[in-house]
C-alpha cells in the first residue's frame, strides 16, 4: 500500500526491495525473523534520476505483519533540485529523525491504523527554508569506479552533517550514487553507505547486519567496536521520524587515487569520532547508592537499572548503566537516547566476559529502562526484562507489547497496511552482560498533560498484570502508586531501592 508517492517511484522501489528481501533472506536463513527485527532505521538521500525523475530523502525501516511478512517500510519526500538535497543533508537532522519517530511510532502503538499513520506522515514539516549554507569542502577524492558498494563509518553530530554533505558534494560527479546512514543498532555500527543507483540486493543483507559485508562491499576506515552480531538481539520498534531533497555531476579534474580500507583514516580524520571503548567505567563502588533511578533533569531523561535474578554483590551492570548515563554530556543526549544507547551495548562484552572467568565467574544480567521527554513526545528504551507503559484517562498501554498480537478491532481498519505497521516482542528477556546477548528495544509515543509514564525494570515487576498495573497507576499521588505496585511485587526494602519509576506529564 502506498500514499501520495507517485507509481514510477513506487514500481521502481517495491520491485528492486522485493528482490533485495528475497536475497537477504537466502543469505540469513533461520536468522533471518531476529536480523530482520533487529535492523536499525536508515536515512537516505537519491539523486533524480534512480526511481524517477526527482531526487529523493527519507527513512526506510523494518516492519512485519502479524503473519510474519517482512518488508521494508519508506517514508520519502522528493526535491526537485540538487541543491536542496545537500541543504537536507547539512541541517535537515531534524526533519530526518522525525520521519523516524513516526515511523517507529507506528511501530510500537497498535491504535494507530492506516489512516492515522498517513496523518502523522502528512502532519510533518518539509526538510525547511534556512539560509542556505556552503558545502564542506569534498574529502580527498577516491577512485569511485574500483567498487559500486562503499562502507565508512558514520560521524556523530555535526561532523556526521558535514561528512554527509561533503561525501554527496564529491559523489554527484562521480555518477548515480546514493547516500544511505544509520546510527546503527547491535549488530550494525553507525554507518554511511554508498551505492552506485540502489543497492544489489545481494548487498541488502549488511543493511540488517554488518556480519555480512562482504562482496560487493568495499569497507573503508574503522568501525571499531561493535556487539557480538551472533548473540545480540537488539530490534528497534520505534525510532527518529523524516521527509526529502537534492544535487549534480561533473568529472574529477585531477587523477583519481585508489584509497584501500587502511587509507580512508585520512580520508575522514576531522570528522569521525572515537568508538565508545571496550572497557567498563570505572569508580563503580557507591554508584548505587541513590538507588536503581537516575534523573537527569538537564536532559529530561530518566533511567532505571537493576541487576536481575540472585543478588550477587559482585555484579556490576546495573552499576555501568548509571555511571555511563551520570558520565554522558548533557550534549550527548540533546539528540535523544542514541549515544546512550550505543554506549550500553558497548558495555555488553566485557560485563559479559565476567561470567567466564574461570575463577571467579560472575553471572551479570542487568534491566535497563529509558524514557527522554521532548515537548509531546516521548522516546523509550529497555534492555532485558524491563518496560514502559502508558497511562491516560484510566486506560494502560504497554509500549513493549508481550503476548499474542491484538485483534483486528484493536488495529484499526488499515487491513494488511496495518499489519506492517506492528509486530509483537516478549516483556522478558536477556539484559546488559547476559550470557545469550541483550534484547534492546526503542519506542515513542506522545504525551499530555496529566498522563503517566511507568518505567519497571526487572522480572519481578513487568509480569505483573495490566489491571493491577493500572490500578495503581489511577491512584492520587506518585508514591501511593509505586507503593502499591512494589507491594504487589513483594519487595520489603524502603522506596529508594525500587527499581521503578513514574513521571506525571505536567504543563
Known sequence: ???????RFVDCWDQHFEHAVDAARGVLGNDWPAVYHASPTWRFAMPAGICGDAAWVGVLGPASDRVGRCFPMVIAAPLNRSEAVTQALLQGDHWFDTLARVHARAQADPSIHAEAFDGLVADVAGPG???????PQPPQPLDWRSASHWRFPLAQGAAGAAQLGGLWSQLTSAGDWCLWWTAGAARVPPTLLATRGLPQPAAYAAFLDAAHAGAPWQSAGDFGHRADAETTQN?????????AIEVADTPAAAAPRTLLPDDLSELFADLIVPPAPDELPSHLGDVLEDGPVRYRADAALTLVAADDGLRDPRRQAAAVAHALVD???VADLAGGVGVLRQRLLASHAPLRRRGEDLIDPVSEDAAVVVAQLNHQHAAVLRIGSAGVWHYRHGRLHALFAAGEAADDDSLGHGGEFDDLLFSRVTAAAPGLGAASGPVCEEAACTVATGDRLLLMATQALV???LELLAEALALPSIDGARARIAAA???RSPAVHWPLAIIEITP
Not at 500500500?1 to 507509481?7: A, D, F
Not at 527554508?129 to 558545502?135: K, L, Q, V
Open 235 to 243: 530490534r528497534r520498534i520505534a525510532f527518529p521520524l523524516a521527509p
Open 1 to 7: 500500500m502506498q500514499r501520495r508517492l507517485p507509481v
Open 463 to 465: 509480569q505483573l498484570p
Open 489 to 491: 511485587a513483594g519487595f
Open 129 to 135: 527554508s534556512g539560509d542556505p549554507i556552503a558545502a
Open 327 to 329: 558520565e554522558l554530556d
